[in-house]
C-alpha cells in the first residue's frame, strides 16, 4: 500500500446520514451470524450522538419507528432486546424483508498470510462488488478502528462528494470508494444481459475516476487525509503497483477490500 492507516471528532448530524451509516455497517455483517449486540458507546461511535430519548424510552427502538428502524430494517435486521440500564441493544436478523444475504464462496483463513503484491479474488466474475458493499465493509472496518463516520454518500443516487468521511481525535479522512463490476447489469430493467465491456476493462476506467477524484479532495481539502477503496481483486492490484510511486508522492493511501471484509 502506498500508505498505511490504522483505521470513526463530530457526529452524524442528519438523520439519513445516520440511517446510511447504521445501514452499512449491518449489512456487512457475516451472513452466518443471526445477532449482533451493540452497545449505546458502540452505537455513537457510528452514527453520533445519540438522543436522551434513546437512553430514557424504549419505544425509540421499536421495530415502528418512522426514521431510526430504516437503518436495520434496511440491513435485513429487527431490534431484538434493549436494556437500557446498561445501554446495549440485541438486534437479530428479519426474516422478512431485507436484503438477500450476498452468497460467498468457502474460504480458508490462513493464521498469517505473508502479504503479496497480487492476491487470487474470490469475487464472483457474474457479480463483482458493488461499490455499496465496498462501502460497508469500510465503514466496519473504520469503526473497528475507532474512527466516527461523519457522512456515507447514498450510492443507490449516485450522491456527489466525498463516499466515506471518518474523524478520529484531530484527524479526518477522506475516502473515495469503487466497486467492481461484474459482467451481467445490476439495472432491474436490463437483468440477464451481459454487459459488452469486460468487467477488467471497466475497472481499469473505474480506478482511474478513483485517483482524479482523489486528486481533487487532496486540493479541495488540504487538512484531510485522502485515501481510495477498492475491492481486492488482481485488475486492481496490478494497477496499483503501477502508479504506487505517484500515489505516494501524493500521499493518497489505498485500502484493498476482501469479500469476507478483512481490509
Known amino acids: 500500500m502506498a500508505n498505511v492507516i490504522s483505521v470513526a471528532s463530530e457526529p452524524c448530524r442528519s438523520p439519513h446520514g445516520q440511517v446510511r451509516a447504521w445501514q452499512s455497517y449491518l449489512a456487512a455483517r457475516p451472513e452466518q451470524m443471526s445477532r449482533v449486540t451493540m452497545s ?9 450522538s445519540l438522543p436522551p430519548s434513546a437512553r430514557n424510552h424504549g419505544e425509540r427502538w421499536a421495530n415502528d419507528s418512522k426514521v431510526q428502524a430504516q ?6 435486521w429487527r431490534v431484538e432486546s434493549v436494556d437500557q440500564r446498561v445501554g446495549r441493544v440485541a438486534f437479530t436478523r428479519s426474516t422478512v424483508g431485507g436484503p438477500r444475504p450476498i452468497a460467498r464462496k468457502p474460504r480458508p483463513s490462513p493464521a498469517i498470510p505473508a502479504p503479496q503484491p497480487i492476491m487470487v479474488s474470490t469475487l464472483s466474475a457474474e457479480d463483482g462488488m458493488p461499490e455499496a458493499r465496498a462501502q460497508a465493509l469500510l465503514v466496519t472496518y473504520l469503526v473497528s478502528e475507532g474512527w466516527r463516520i461523519q457522512r456515507v454518500a447514498d450510492t443507490t443516487t449516485e450522491e456527489q462528494g466525498i463516499d466515506v468521511l471518518a474523524t478520529r481525535g484531530d484527524r479526518t479522512l477522506a475516502v473515495e470508494v469503487k466497486g467492481y463490476p461484474g459482467r451481467r447489469y445490476s439495472d432491474p430493467r436490463r437483468v440477464g444481459e451481459t454487459k459488452p465491456t469486460a468487467p477488467a476493462t471497466q ?5 482511474a475516476q478513483a485517483i482524479l477524484k482523489a486528486m481533487l479532495m487532496c ?3 488540504p487538512g484531510h487525509e485522502i485515501a481510495i477503496a477498492l475491492p481486492d481483486v488482481p485488475t486492481y492490484r496490478s494497477l496499483h503497483q503501477r502508479t504506487r510511486g505517484s500515489l505516494q508522492r501524493i500521499d493518497v493511501t489505498i485500502f484493498f477490500i476482501e469479500d469476507d471484509g478483512r481490509v
Do not use: C, N, T
Open 219 to 221: 486540493s479541495d481539502h
Open 203 to 207: 475497472a481499469r476506467h473505474w480506478y
Open 71 to 76: 437503518a436495520w430494517q434496511a440491513a435485513g
Open 40 to 48: 449505546f458507546d458502540e452505537i455513537e461511535a457510528l452514527v453520533g
